[in-house]
Structure formats: C-alpha cells, structure tokens
C-alpha cells in the first residue's frame, strides 16, 4: 500500500478529485466466505484459490484516501500513524496484530487510480478502481483515457443483466471482463488466459485508454493494455533474471540528446534532439481522467523483480530508472515474475459468435478471437532524479519552477549554441531536425500549433520566424484544427509545441496534419511522450520536470527553443548575419537576465498584496510581447482564480478601454523595443482615463515614469527584442504565484485544472 500511496502522490499533481487503489487481502481468501480473520495454515487448496481484493476510494487529495486506508484496512486513527507505518500489520476488521503474526505474501499485485473527473461528479462511487461487481471485486480496473463507446456497450451489458454502478465510462471495462469471462467458461473455452481475455474486452473498446486488469480469476496476474493514453513499464530487479528485449521503436535522436537513454540495442528511427535534464512521461486523463499506479511484484521465480505500471515514470523512478514505453495496441501481462508484451494484430474478419457492443448478437458459442504477436521493446534508462520531482527548499512546484528558468534555459540551449574559442556564441546546432532543414526551408510556411501556454510560446516566436526564415508563419489553436478542418498541405511545415507531449488536441492536430501529408516538427519537453514519437522530427526543450499545473519553465523554453530552431534555419542567410549574431550573443546573457529578475521576488510579494482583493487585471502587450501579455494572464486567471485578460495593445481603442476607470488595475509591458513608442501612447490615454498602471519597463528606461508619474515601475534587464519576452514574464509570473498563495488558493493543483489534459 505504501509504494501505491507514493506512486500516487508523485501523479497528484495531474488528477486530485478522488483516489483509489485495490490490493489483495492478506487475510482472505475468495473461498473463505466466513468473516473469521484468523489465518488458516495454507493447504493446498488454499495456495491456488485467490485472496479477496479489497477496495479503497476517497474523494478528494490522496492523504484522504491514506487516512482512511490507514483508519479501515488497519484500524488505525491519527495517533496510531508512526506505529502502523513501522508494523503495517493490523486485521482487517480492525484489531492490530503483531508484526510477527503476518504472513509475507509469495505475490503482489495491486493497482491504484487518481482521477480527474470529466464524466460523472468527482464522488467516492465514481472513483477508480472500477469492479465487475462491488462485492467479489473479481474484475477490477483503473483506466486513463476516455471509452467512447461505453454507452453502447453499457446498454448491451445492462440488456444481459448486468447492474451498472457508477456514472463513468470505464465500468463497462470490468463489466465486460465479466460477462466475457462466464461466456467463455460456459462455452468450453477454460484456458482462456487473463492476457486473452483483456484483449478480448479492449477489441470491443473505441477511445483512449491505459489499462490495468488485476483479477482474483488470476492472482498474482497484471494485464497492462494501452491505445492513445501514455503507460511506462517500470522493472525493478535486483537479481537481473528477468528477461530483457530489446527492440529500438523509439524517437531518440543525437546520443547526448535523448532523456531515456537505451540500455541497448539502440536503432535510430527519428530526432527529436534533446540535452542535458530529465523530464518525466507524460500522463493521460480519462472520462474519469486519470492517473494510474500499479505494482506487482512475485517470488515464483525471482524474488526479487518487481514490475510497475504508470503514466508517468515520476510514480516509479523511486524504485527503478529501467523503464519501456509501451505503445498502441500493446498488451503487457505479468506473471511469474515474467513479462511478455503482445501486440494486437488488426482483424478483417473477426470470429462469428462474438459480441461487438454494437450488434450484440446472441451467437451461442463464444472464443477469445483476436490475434496478437509477442514484440520486443527497448528497455530505457530514465535519467530522472527523484530530486527532480521534490518540492526541495521550495514551498511549491510553481514558485521552484519560476526559480529554476535560468537553469533550464541553460539547458536548453547545452550543446546546441556552439562557443568559439573566445566564448562567444558561433553557431546553432540542432543535430535532429538538420536534416530536414532544407525541406523546411522549402515549405510553402511554417503553422505553428499548440494550446495554451504553448500556444503563447508560438506567439511569442511568431515575428522572429517571419523574419529570419521569410516564410509566411501561422499560428493555429491545436483545439481548432480539426473543427476548422484547416486547409494545410504537404508542402507545410506544422510545428506542434507542447510541454507534455501528451496533449489530446495537439496530438489530433498533429495526427490530422500528417495526413495531410505535412512536415510535422515536435517542441516537446517530455522524452517519450506521443508527440516526441509522432513528429518526423524535432527539439526536447530539456526544461525538466514541469510538476506545476501552470505551465512556467517550459513557456519560458519552449520560446528558447524555437529562438535556436528560426536562427538553425536562418544559417545560410548572408543578410542576416549580424542580425543573428546579435542573437545569439544576447541567448547566452539570457540565464544571468532571468535570474536579475527573479530579484524582484520581494517587490512582486508587496505588489502581489495590494492586488490580492481585485476582481480582475488587465495586461496590455504589442509585437513580441503581445504573448506576455497573453500568458500573464493566463497565469494569473488559472492559478489566482482572478479574471484576467491579456490585450493586444493596438486593440485597446477598439473595445477594451471602455473597461478603464480608476479602479481597474492595468499592466502594460513597455519595455524597449520597436513598439516602445507606440506602448507610449497607450500609456498616456490610459493615464488619461484614469487606468490604475503598472508599467514594465527595460531597466535603463528614463521617459515611462515621466509619461505616467503614478504608475508602479517594474524594471527588467533589457535583452535583444525578440528575447525580451521571456524575460518580461517572469515578473508576471511571480505576481500570479504570490496572487496565488495570498488569496490562499492552491498554485500547484488549481481548481478544475489538471496538468495534461489528454482528452479532447
Ligand atoms: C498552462 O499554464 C496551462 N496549464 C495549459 O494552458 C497548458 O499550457 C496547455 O494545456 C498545453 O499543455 P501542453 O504544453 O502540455 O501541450
């Protein structure tokens, strides 16, 4: 229960509505229907039968869902804490028990669930894991992802009899397990393996998911399956008797590049490049949106190995850095203290006497009728440090990652803006995407897509690609693509931009933009993700774990990385030469520029205090900085809860002035750069009606207090134009981090939010 409780708690951070985890009872036996806990010295009989599985939901954060295991499973109130942790050894209806009484188990197979609910209220009932029927618990399943068929498929199990219980999608899963399972037992077929039969109920299954089956059916047996939603296989084995394979099916790119490093068997497909940090896998949500966490471990044959499942490698890189990404259409079973992964083969002509969900035909017999081959993948190294995913000195996620910038710029830019002797910046190089730099160079243009703050970043970058690349540049909202059915074309270049990788609506844009036979360029902070694996090729931005809901270091990135992208494929540009030397020169003061804004922490604090009652804050950018102006109130709205509107400044005339009186708090970003003048004017006609004005302005600047004596001055260093952007956030994001705290809201798990959102 602990590594499920730990395992949740490092994926709280993407699903905290409810939480739950099942695990076989050490006490009880499927067959045992008496309620008398004492243990019977295990015959033969009781060896092979199955323990019971014992389920347990909260609603809310998991330290609910521990206190109440702790209080439930083992009869423990508050006081008791340090007590059980140490024995971990009470009955189930509550009397403790002396450690020495307990029974080691020969295995363990448990899973674990924290949801982010999207179908169905985030009650107890609704809480993963879900179950074939609540008493036996003879099926039960977490699911991340969403099944868009479930209401078919519920509708014909609920025809057959079976009682649904919940308001989720994924209860058809266990339900399906079940009548699945009968069927073939009364139709003759009794060797049906837990592997057959999961793929048996994931053939019926439309949507994403990432799947654990546990079952009292086969104890000690996981089934892991996964279509669209990211799930990682952790190993953890001491005694190294688990069966390694090695099969190269990943994007790594440049060998100093790649985050997961191959333990072997290392064949290139494709080049996302990468550097230095680590970076977790992404995570997926669900119709319950969600994280999932399982274990199992065994000692049939080696004592020792132990096997996790998880979304996201932050839940298991405490216990094993071996991981392998599985991909679509796998399925992974455990058991024996083995694995074997199975690929399911697409069917033309699937088995008559097979219930679809659809047509649910009443055939009579029914067989396990899906084909699959056993495959190899490569078992990575994760290069994550549990350190990277810990809060250290900080009090929140969000505030270590606004400190952590001018690391994570650094890293972005490791090994990619080449020095001279002298330490000046030579030249940019980006080994995965140079060979695709003339095909880009050729394009008709450049599509630059993402959501939220990574559409921002694309904003933000927006001006400098035109000019150095003198492609005509459009920016597209990953979430409209395909409700536009946007006209790209092969002769595009899309590049998509995400912190996760994991995305729904980028990954859809990007699925549909490579149908339409586009070059597809991935901006990505996590290795591994399905848009790293997607794209033709690409950049890692290298940021490091994003753990915070609001996006920060990656924005900050993401806007670096795309700064190398325009400036490799502007090389060969005589004109531009000392246009991108300055560039260049300005990218490695960039760190030392962020960090001289980060002094500002006190002043944002004070700032922070006289703002933290107002009801909404309007911020006003132009040109580079129209994108800070976005993203700073994104930051604000999002994690202070405060309405919040990023304005282009040209349109402040057209519409929102009318909102200006002297009650209205309205940042404007005026550092100096071309559209210094015209930020001047805006200045003054918001002086003139009144505006309550916070102005940030470049550091040497003399002529802005002038303009508006009572105004707040923010300073920040001034760096070539189109790097001030990700300088000029960071104030920003210190005001939103301390709105945050002081309005007492919570910054690293906002209301409603969830870090990925992985459905549509
Ligand atoms: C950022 O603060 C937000 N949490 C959100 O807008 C985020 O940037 C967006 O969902 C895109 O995520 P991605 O970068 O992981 O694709």
Known sequence: MEKLLVGLKRLEYRGYDSAGFAMDDNEKWCEDDDDDDEEEEGGDKKRHDAKKVIVCREVGKIANLEALARKELFGEDDDDENEVKAS????????KKSSSSIKPLDFCASIAHTRWATHGPPNKINTHPHTSDSRENEFVVVHNGIITNHAPLRAMLERRGMKFETDTDTEVIPKLCKFLSDKFEESGEKDVTFRQLAMEVTRQLQGAYALVFKSTKYPGELVAAKRGSPLLMGISDDSGEVSCVIDGNLSDGAEEDVLLKKASGNKKRKSMTGGAAAAPAADADTTT???????????TNNPKVEFYFAS??????????????????????????????????????PHPGYTSGHDSPEYGLYKPVVLSKEVERTIETLEMEVESIMKGEFDHFMQKEIFEQPEAISSTMRGRLVLDVLGAAERVMLGGMSQFAATIRRSRRIILCGCGTSYNSAIAIRQLFEELTELPVTLELASDVLDRRCPFFRDDTCIFISQSGETADTLKALEYAK??????????????SAISRATDCGVHINAGAEIGVASTKAYTCQIVAMVLVALSLSEDSRSKHTRRDDIMQGLLKLPGCVKECLKMDAILLELAQELKEEHSLLIFGRGF????ALEGALKVKEVALVHSEGILAGEMKHGPLALVDKHMPIIVVCTNDGSYEKQQSVVQQLKARDGRLILIVSDDDTEMEKTAPDAVILRVPKVEDCLQAVVNIVPLQLLSYHLTVLRGHNCDQPRNLAKSVTVE
Do not use: F, P, W
């Open 312 to 349: 996201d490698a932050s839940a298991m890189v405490e216990h094993t850095k071996r991981v392998l990404v599985l991909e679509d259409d796998d399925v992974c079973h455990c058991h024996d203290g083995t694995y074997k992964i199975y690929k399911v083969e697409k069917q033309k002509h």
């Open 515 to 528: 149908a339409k036979g586009a070059l597809c360029v991935g901006i990505v902070n996590t290795v591994g």
């Open 625 to 628: 900085n129209y994108a800070t």
């Open 289 to 299: 949106t969600t994280r999932i966490t399982t274990t199992t471990t065994t000692t």
């Open 88 to 95: 971990k050894s009470k009955s189930s209806n509550g009397r």
